[in-house]
């Protein structure tokens, strides 16, 4: 067969198509689509390929990876480093613990976990697990720490914040409150459906595209985007996505939220 008659998985090049891509990684923003992102591995996270998409080599005040968690493999984690964390998962399942107890976690499960929580990530089934792991510093604010957080999407209602048909918000996180210094929110769009404005602000994104596709206009520049892609915007990123294809598209998006400037 010819080499570019043979299919081309979503995302990656027909074969033969060498040195072109779509990523891109500016002062202020970057795209990172996932045949790109290449693997770490860490002492303590046994069998698990990690791909940092986020972190403060970048410019970005947190770190965020894709797990790939093989059978049997994981991680039983440091404590004491003040990190707070947050995992997606994307492909299940996987057997998260926290504090002792046991939480079966399938595909759009996710958990919260303050700074010092003891938990353990874990892949017991047969197939390779996928998991999106966020950490950052947490930032006090005079409050009560939060208590952890294991849910799942379909737990999460759907809210139209400007009663505009067709976008909506799914607040993982306790949307408001002030003991939070981040929010981790789903955004979909339905064909057609957009921001009514090119938006600026002071918060940073770390955002993976879930479902469907798109393009984003990042600074002066338009990218287009795919299920998969990892975007980092930086504080201050003019920023505006619409939705293509015929399809809902929608986002995991990470903002750090509720703390003034220092
Ligand atoms: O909440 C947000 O800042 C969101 N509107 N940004 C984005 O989708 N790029
Ligand atoms: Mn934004």
């Given amino acids: 067969m010819h080499p570019r008659s043979m299919p081309v998985k979503p995302g990656r090049l027909p074969p033969g198509a060498y040195g072109h891509t779509r990523g891109v990684v500016k002062r202020n923003y970057a795209v990172m689509p996932p045949e790109g992102i290449m693997d770490s591995y860490l002492p303590r996270w046994e069998k698990t390929i990690v791909r940092f998409q986020a972190a403060p080599q970048l410019g970005a005040r947190f770190a965020q990876a894709l797990l790939e968690i093989a059978p049997d493999g994981g991680t039983c984690e440091a404590f004491g480093d003040g990190l707070e964390r947050f995992f997606y998962i994307t492909g299940g399942p996987v057997m998260l613990t926290v504090?002792?107890?046991?939480?079966?976690?399938?595909?759009?499960?996710?958990?919260?976990?303050?700074?010092?929580?003891?938990?353990?990530?874990?892949?017991?089934?047969?197939?390779?697990?996928?998991?999106?792991?966020?950490?950052?510093?947490?930032?006090?604010?005079?409050?009560?720490?939060?208590?952890?957080?294991?849910?799942?999407?379909?737990?999460?209602?759907?809210?139209?914040?400007?009663?505009?048909?067709?976008?909506t918000w799914e607040h993982l996180l306790p949307h408001g409150d002030m003991r939070f210094d981040m929010e981790m929110n789903i955004l979909s769009f339905a064909p057609g459906a957009h921001f009514p404005d090119v938006e600026?602000?002071?918060?940073?994104?770390?955002?993976?595209?879930?479902?469907?596709?798109?393009?984003?206009?990042?600074?002066?520049?338009?990218?287009?985007?795919?299920?998969g892609d990892f975007i980092w915007m930086g504080p201050y990123c003019p920023q505006l996505f619409y939705p293509t294809g015929w399809t809902p598209s929608a986002y995991l998006l990470y903002k750090d939220v509720n703390r003034d400037v220092r």
């Fill in 99 to 167: 504090e002792g107890t046991a939480f079966p976690l399938d595909r759009e499960g996710f958990a919260y976990l303050p700074p010092e929580t003891r938990f353990s990530l874990r892949n017991d089934g047969p197939q390779e697990a996928a998991v999106i792991g966020l950490k950052r510093p947490y930032e006090p604010a005079g409050l009560p720490v939060p208590e952890p957080i294991v849910s799942r999407r379909s737990a999460v209602e759907k809210v139209n914040h400007n009663g505009t048909e067709g976008r």
């Fill in 200 to 227: 600026t602000h002071i918060n940073e994104h770390g955002l993976v595209m879930l479902e469907g596709q798109g393009m984003y206009l990042l600074d002066q520049d338009w990218h287009e985007v795919w299920q």
